[in-house]
């Protein structure tokens, strides 16, 4: 086996020439003021200068876990320098304000339609702009809504959330993949529904904790010591549901963050089931929600990409589950093993006493590349396989998706002008078709 070849300056820095066995060899060798001479020798902030001083500072052994939260540290401080960049000078989002078009289309009606209703003086009127052009902010048009359905024909037809005697609807997004899109999915889902005019709960009960992130929270600052789901379900003292929720900054959705503190309720929980501790992990979710669930229409669960105690509570809480898939054959592999694994699971809870009754079961399609042959391929055969169970609309793959990631938001809350307005409306109306398919899932589940 041959090792690339590397080589030396005098002061110790690798050139080609000279084994890799050498090179620490000679580095071990290197006089005390190597680091002074890399120093001079090398660019700022070099990743080649940086290497060559670790090694010779620890002669090529290091402690994982100093490294680990040096890396952590590091990265915590960065983002959050960004996020004063982008949202300063609080760094707390704002939800964006929507044109006419876009109002009249969330509302379901005509742009016509609406200027006629602001002529009518029928409804508010909105800041605008010097032109005349009126925007509209989520409280805008939740007024809007509310003051249509005060005389729409229809019960429902502008505000249709839940009525006397429905039950609250609670969706999970799951699968044990990590990268499937879950959170992607379910914040846009939460989002789309609110801008809808539904109540919206939005439950993150991942220690990853991404979903708090994307709506403006900073985890390992803001919830450190306590704040989380974890509160509202451990084991000792649980504190009531209402006291962990936070008002966002996207009118119609509410969270209850996650945080690293989440992990705890896996390690906590096999010691609770030996003492018998009431109620057991599946039913905690459920107990807890019922506090708050009188004040909302929908609650959405982004679950961790594991089986563990906090997906199973949440699925046992939940009415709804959409298993996100990215069409191909490997992650179709890890999904057939992640179903076997669900249900055994869940056979286990079901004999426990756990409710199994669900309103619906889909597959949704993740970042689905229309032009890939071979993802249409394994489509084919999910379609084909589960039938109706997999959803008609896929979520398609979008640099608009991502690239608005990169400032922590979603599709719903950059501007169209920040992108090529084609790259911007197919990436909009894929993830409106998606969202508009679980509305009417939604719907019925309320008999409508």
Same mark, same amino acid.
């Given at each position: 086996?041959?090792? @690339? ?135 805008? =048009? ?62 993150? =009960? ?25 509160? @509202? ?30 992990? &705890? ?6 010691? @609770? ?26 609650? =959405? ?23 996100? =898939? ?27 006493? @756990? ?13 689905? &590349? ?79």
């Amino acid at each position: 086996m041959h090792h @690339a070849s590397v080589a030396y300056t005098r002061c110790g820095v690798p050139q080609r020439g000279v084994g890799l066995r050498e090179t620490r060899n000679r580095l071990h060798e290197s006089p005390p003021q190597v680091k002074e001479t890399i120093n001079k020798t090398l660019p700022k902030n070099s990743v080649t200068k940086k290497a060559v001083i670790f090694m010779v500072s620890e002669q090529g052994i290091f402690h994982i876990n100093k490294r680990i939260r040096e890396n952590a540290e590091d990265l915590s401080a960065a983002l959050q320098s960004h996020m004063l960049k982008v949202f300063a000078p609080d760094a707390r989002k704002e939800l964006r304000q929507f044109s006419a078009g876009e109002t009249a289309e969330l509302l379901g009606i005509s742009t016509s339609f609406l200027r006629k209703l602001h002529f009518d003086e029928k409804i508010p009127d909105v800041e605008s702009t010097a032109g005349g052009r009126r925007h509209y902010s989520g409280e805008d =048009i939740l007024e809007i809504r509310k003051i249509l359905e005060t005389t729409a024909k229809n019960k429902g037809t502008y505000m249709r959330g839940r009525r006397t005697g429905d039950k609250v609807q609670v969706l999970s997004f799951l699968n044990f993949k990590g990268g499937s899109g879950k959170t992607t999915s379910s914040v846009h889902t939460a989002q789309r529904l609110a801008l809808r005019g539904y109540r919206v709960l939005a439950v993150d =009960i991942d220690p990853q904790a991404s979903m708090t992130t994307l709506f403006g929270y900073t985890p390992e600052l803001d919830f450190i010591e306590s704040g989380t789901i974890y509160d @509202a379900i451990r084991y000792e003292d649980p504190l009531p549901f209402s006291q962990i929720i936070q008002k966002t900054y996207f009118t119609g959705i509410d969270l209850a963050p996650g945080g690293l503190l989440l992990q &705890e309720f896996e390690h906590e929980t096999p010691q @609770a089931l030996r003492k018998n501790i009431q109620p057991p992990f599946y039913a905690r979710m459920a107990a807890a929600l019922q506090e708050v669930e009188a004040n909302y229409d929908v609650i =959405i669960f982004d679950c961790p990409p594991q089986l563990g105690y906090l997906t199973m509570s949440a699925l046992c809480a939940s009415t709804g589950v959409l298993i996100t =898939i990215v069409p191909n054959m490997l992650d179709v592999a890890s999904m057939s093993q992640f179903l076997q694994m669900s249900a055994d699971l869940l056979d286990v809870v079901s004999n426990a006493g @756990a409710n199994m009754e669900f309103d619906f079961l889909r597959f949704l399609i993740n970042r689905y &590349e229309p032009n890939d042959g071979p993802q249409q391929q394994v489509v084919a055969f999910l379609r084909q396989l589960f039938g109706d169970e997999v959803m008609i609309a896929p979520m398609l793959k979008s640099t608009a998706i991502s690239d608005a990631g990169l400032t922590q938001q979603t599709i719903f809350e950059v501007e169209r002008g920040q992108f090529h307005r084609n790259t911007y409306d197919r990436a909009l109306d894929s993830l409106n078709l998606v969202n508009d398919e679980i509305e009417l899932l939604l719907q019925k589940a309320w008999g409508r």
